[in-house]
C-alpha cells in the first residue's frame, strides 16, 4: 500500500496499491476486504498508464 486518502463523496477511502500481478492483488483484497467485517464494499480501479507519479511540484 503506497497512499491512502480519506475523501468525500461516495466512498471513504482511497488507496493506492502497487501489486506484481492479479493473483497479489486478490491475496491482498482477501486479506484487506474480505476478511474484514467493516468493509461493506469497494471498487477497484486499474491504472492502464502513468501519467506522472513523483509528488513534487516545480515551482518558477
Known sequence: MQQVYYVTGDFDF???LNVRD???YEAL????????GNIKSFKTIVVMQN??????VLIE
Open 22 to 24: 492479479m493473483a497479489e
Open 51 to 56: 501519467a506522472k507519479q513523483e509528488m513534487r
Open 29 to 36: 483484497t482477501r486479506e484487506l476486504f474480505f476478511s474484514s
Open 14 to 16: 482511497l488507496l493506492v
